[in-house]
């Protein structure tokens, strides 16, 4: 079992910046991909992210070029940079340990127009 906790979101304005940061708990951390996925308001939850277990990573189209995603296998943790934020970023954001199918309960990330 692993345990997924988000953190880092925040209210901030058109073109700013947030890094929002996925904490985990248990040994199989770095036996999972981890992907950084997103809900916003009526609409289904989508991917943004993911980066594997050596660290190749694959990235939305809508947020290719302003949001990098990494790791840090010996924190246990995984992170989501996102720059040039718009309106349409807003969303609950969650990640999840791919290969346990884990997910942490969230962030809200809003995005002032």
């Known amino acids: 079992q692993v345990q997924l906790v988000e953190s880092g979101g925040g209210l901030v304005q058109v073109g700013g910046s947030l890094r929002l940061s996925c904490a985990a708990s248990?040994?199989?951390?770095?036996?999972?991909?981890i992907g950084w996925y997103r809900q916003a308001p009526g609409k289904e939850r989508e991917l943004v992210a993911v980066i594997n277990s050596g660290g190749g990573t694959n990235y939305a189209t809508s947020v290719k070029g302003r949001f990098t995603i990494s790791r840090d296998n010996a924190r246990n943790t995984a992170y989501l940079q996102m720059n040039s934020l718009r309106p349409e970023d807003t969303a609950v954001y969650y990640c999840c340990a791919l290969n346990s199918n884990y997910w942490g309960q969230g962030t809200q990330v809003t995005v002032s127009s």
């Open positions: 248990g040994n199989t951390f770095r036996a999972n991909a």
